[in-house]
């Protein structure tokens, strides 16, 4: 079936404009994850959902940041007012069900270039 | 809190020879781990994980992982290394009910021929 996508796989910005980075889970999966990989900082936790439940924000750097997901599955991560400190590349992942030994599937990523 | 530390961020070994990755983990509680391996400008891809019972996990392309609570390690091992094994290696663990993975700054792989 199909995996985890993610698009666009790149964008470049300016700094100072917004951006919305698209992930769909794969079907039927409930929990969904925001990943930032960055050279400077690895792989840090965003934002997470898991089914109607209110998200976990707790890995937001700011309140630039936002997400939301729609009907439970396809969420839209939005990054206002960029910086050159935002470029990176955002992955998304998605499981079964949350926690646990549950394996989070991840997809391709987006790269974003703050100019 | 947990927290992952892999030792070396750069590691290069001989094709054929053994690989060993390390990695150590913090974690108030008992954790779940995991091994994930990233090619370029891909997306992370699990190579095998940790849950409960047996402590030697075995994984996909030949690597095994052994979970040491006494050492609180989880080192990746493989016997004999491949070109295509060349790629990034993360460490991860999460614990209990708790959503998200904490990983560790990642080991890259070299192979040398």
């Known amino acids: 079936g199909a995996g985890v996508s993610q698009s666009p796989s790149n964008k470049v910005t300016e700094k100072g404009k917004d951006v919305e980075l698209r992930c769909d889970p794969i079907?039927?999966?409930?929990?969904l994850y925001w990943y930032r990989q960055s050279l400077g900082q690895g792989l840090e936790f965003l934002i997470y959902f898991q089914g109607n439940s209110a998200p976990d924000k707790s890995g937001l750097p700011s309140d630039r940041f936002s997400a939301e997901r729609t009907g439970g599955s396809v969420s839209t991560l939005t990054i206002q007012r960029t910086q050159q400190e935002d470029s990176a590349v955002y992955l998304c992942?998605?499981?079964?069900?949350?926690?646990?030994?549950?394996?989070?599937?991840f997809g391709p990523g987006t790269r974003l270039t703050v100019l | 809190a947990q927290s992952v530390t892999q030792l070396g961020s750069h590691v290069s070994v001989s094709e054929g020879a053994l690989v060993l990755l390390r990695c150590n983990y913090s974690s108030s509680v008992p954790p779940y781990l995991f091994w994930y391996v990233q090619y370029p400008n891909q997306g992370l891809q699990l190579l095998l994980k940790y849950t409960t019972g047996a402590t030697l996990v075995k994984g996909i392309n030949g690597f095994e992982a052994e979970f040491k609570k006494s050492e609180t390690s989880f080192h990746l091992t493989k016997p004999s290394a491949h070109m295509s094994d060349a790629a990034e290696y993360f460490c991860?663990?999460?614990?209990?009910?708790?959503?998200?993975?904490?990983f560790g700054k990642g080991t890259k792989l070299s192979v040398k021929p």
């Open positions: 992942a998605s499981s079964l069900t949350p926690g646990g030994g549950n394996e989070q599937f």
């Open positions: 079907s039927g999966h409930t929990a």
């Open positions: 991860a663990v999460r614990s209990g009910s708790q959503g998200n993975l904490i």
